[in-house]
Each structure stands twice: as structure tokens, then as C-alpha cells.
């Protein structure tokens, strides 16, 4: 018998919806969207409707979308992008110490590229202070990169504040939106994005897919150069099939959004309420900004990775890594300040589509069956 999944941040399943969506693209309808006979047209006319559907999910353009390979192309493509087409207008960057690698590592080699980077700190519920954002603005600020969900303690960041502070100076704003988009409503309008980010499979699509919102106007240099598809913005034959699979998850995401949102707050709301039974135990994030769907828990002087192998049915994932003469703590913790006699105890929770009220009790009681056993031994 497989273990509760609780570990939805890290990946989601495919939808059986998308599954049977996708299926026909695997057997049938192989021709390329490039060609003009039928078999090309088939092709074309899915990828089409999956732009739209993905469209609608975000509340924009479809002519302003392109597919990806996933979350770190679509970050890549964002942030080299913009910085190397639009380098005359300056060379300084502004992002959180708390992004995704897909944006830090970027970050670094764009540094090795002539750019300053600025690393902005975040409070203790790991928030960007959007007063922060204002005093890092220089002259030469081209680009403001923030992710809007945290994807280990899931604090949602002030994208719409910032982005109105941005266009008072004319600069550029890309938000990472893997971990939001599917947990809580993405509007580009409302975010006042130019720039935005999509990972298929953190939202019950297929890996290997994404997209990138593109704001009409924005000009970014290509990573991909070849022919022209994706409006000549990324070379390379459509991945016909997992477009459509990505086009079916936002479909699946638009409708009964409020409802899961719901759902999954309860859950986590029971999962907390019966881990604050035990004593040394500290929860991390914002508890007035958050996804709906994820629990950070930190277990006083005992180790993630110990934990995570007592419990034998749960699957989840440990904001800390320790080894026999270290311990590393997550980028996200350590900015945070989440004391070390916590932080090396920090074990990330995160619910989904399928997740129910019985997993949750039986997963309750194996972690604190194994947080006490792991107690009692030391």
C-alpha cells in the first residue's frame, strides 16, 4: 500500500481528466502544427485551445502566452531575457533571497554577466516588505523578479503593491507563479505582471510543460533560436500533447476554484489542529497571506530526515537536510530566522485535489506517534 501523499507542492498527480484529454494526442493525432494538411491542422487547432484555456485561467491574452518546457525555462526565458534585450536601459536587478533556484541561479549568472542583483530579505513569516522594494529601486533598475507562493512555507507575496510601485518607475515586473497558480486566483490584471511563470505539473497537468505570460510590448532575447513558432518567440516543434494536458489542468483549475480552496483550508486547518497537541512545535508562514493547501511544521531538537523515515505511510518533504557532521537549512528558513534548534526539524505539509479528511487523521496520528517515539529515544 502507498504512503498518504502529502507532498502536492512538490508535485500534483495528473488528472484523470487530463490523462483521457491527453490520450488521443498519444495515439491519434500526431501530425505537426506547422504543416497545413489536416493532420497539421488537428495539431494546430489543440494547441490553440489549450492557449486559450490557459488564457482564461490567467485572464489575458492568448497571443500573450507561450509554451515552455516548464517553470525554470519559463523563469529563464523571463529574467535573461528581459535583462540581455534590455540592457542599454540599465544592468540592476531586484529579486528575494527566498526564490526558487530556478531564479537565484539565474540571478548569479546573470551577474557573471555584468548585472547587479539585489537579494531583498523577508520578514519572519517570509514576506518581501514592499517598503524593501522601493528603497532597492536604482535609476538603472530594469526588472523586479518576486515570486508570488512561497513553495515551502507558502506566504503569498505582495505582487499587486509592488508592481504598482514598478510602474510609478517604469520598471518591468516578473512574478514565478508555479506554486500559485491552481491554489489560489492568478489574474495578470490584478497582479500587474508584465512577466508571469506556469509549471503543468503543479497543477495536475503533465511534466515538462509550462508557459510564460508575456505582456504585449514586453521585448525579451530568444533562448531558444530556430524557426519561428510560438509567434517566433521559441523555437521548436509544439509539444502537442502535454499543451493539451497543461490546457485541461487550467480548465479543470477555473471551475470549483473557491471550492477546493476551501477543501484544502479545512484540511489544514485539521492537520494543525491536532499537531498543536504536541509540545515543542512551531508552525511557519503568514497566516494571513498563504496558500490554503500548505503546512510548515518545525519539531524542536529532533531532525527532518529522521522524522520522515519514522513515518513509513506518510510521503512529505523536510525543509532541512542532515547529515552526520552538518545540518543544511533551506534558503526560505534561514532568511526567516527560524531558530537552528527548530529549523533542523522542519518538515513541509502540503494537501491537494485528492487528499481527504481520513488521510489527515491517520497522517496526524502516525506524526505524532513518530515525533513522540523519536522523543522518548533521545
Not at 44 to 69: G, Y
Request: aromatic letters at 6%; proline letters at 3%; a negative charge.
Amino acid at each position: 500500500m502507498l504512503p498518504i501523499y502529502l507532498d502536492y507542492n512538490a508535485t500534483t498527480p495528473v488528472a484523470p481528466e487530463v490523462a483521457d484529454a491527453m490520450l488521443p494526442y498519444l495515439r491519434d493525432f500526431f501530425g505537426n502544427p506547422s504543416s497545413s494538411h489536416i493532420y497539421g491542422q488537428q495539431s494546430k487547432d489543440a494547441v490553440d485551445k489549450a492557449r486559450e484555456q490557459v488564457a482564461q485561467l490567467l485572464n489575458c491574452q492568448s497571443k500573450d502566452l507561450i509554451f515552455t518546457s516548464g517553470g525554470s525555462e519559463s523563469n529563464n526565458y523571463a529574467l535573461k531575457g528581459y535583462a540581455f534585450a534590455n540592457q542599454d536601459m540599465g544592468r540592476h536587478i531586484i529579486t528575494s533571497v527566498i526564490e526558487h533556484p530556478a531564479i537565484i541561479e539565474v540571478c548569479k549568472f546573470l551577474e557573471t554577466q555584468g548585472f547587479e542583483v539585489t537579494y531583498l530579505p523577508v520578514d519572519r513569516t517570509g514576506r518581501v516588505s514592499v517598503k524593501d522594494v522601493k528603497s532597492a529601486i536604482r535609476p538603472d533598475t530594469i526588472l523586479i523578479s518576486i515570486m508570488y507562493a512561497n513553495n515551502e512555507v507558502g506566504t503569498l507575496q505582495p505582487i499587486a503593491e509592488i508592481s504598482k510601485i514598478a510602474k510609478q518607475y517604469g520598471i518591468v515586473v516578473h512574478s514565478d507563479c508555479a506554486q500559485a497558480v491552481g491554489k489560489v486566483p492568478v489574474n495578470v490584471e490584478e497582479l500587474g505582471v508584465d512577466l508571469l511563470t506556469i509549471a503543468g505539473h503543479k497543477l495536475y497537468g503533465p511534466k515538462g510543460i509550462g508557459a510564460s505570460y508575456i505582456r504585449e510590448g514586453i521585448k525579451l532575447q530568444k533562448l531558444i533560436h530556430g524557426a519561428d513558432h510560438e509567434g517566433n518567440r521559441r523555437a521548436g516543434t509544439e509539444n502537442v500533447l502535454e499543451a493539451v494536458g497543461l490546457g485541461k489542468a487550467a480548465e479543470l483549475a477555473v471551475s470549483g476554484e473557491i471550492e477546493r480552496m476551501k477543501d484544502e483550508k479545512e484540511l489544514i486547518s485539521q492537520l494543525r489542529t491536532k499537531l498543536e497537541q504536541l509540545d515543542e512545535v512551531q508552525f511557519n508562514g503568514n497566516a494571513d497571506f498563504s496558500l490554503p493547501n500548505t503546512l510548515s511544521v518545525s519539531f524542536k531538537n529532533l531532525q527532518a530526515n529522521q522524522i520522515l523515515s519514522r513515518m513509513k505511510n506518510i510521503a512529505a518533504s523536510a525543509g532541512a537536510a542532515c547529515h552526520t557532521d552538518s545540518i543544511s537549512i533551506s534558503a526560505t528558513l534561514k532568511a526567516m530566522k527560524v531558530p537552528m534548534e527548530y529549523a533542523m526539524g522542519t518538515i513541509r505539509f502540503s494537501v491537494g485535489r485528492y487528499t481527504t479528511k481520513i488521510e489527515i487523521e491517520k497522517a496526524a496520528k502516525e506524526i505524532i506517534d513518530s515525533v513522540q517515539s523519536l522523543r522518548q529515544e533521545k
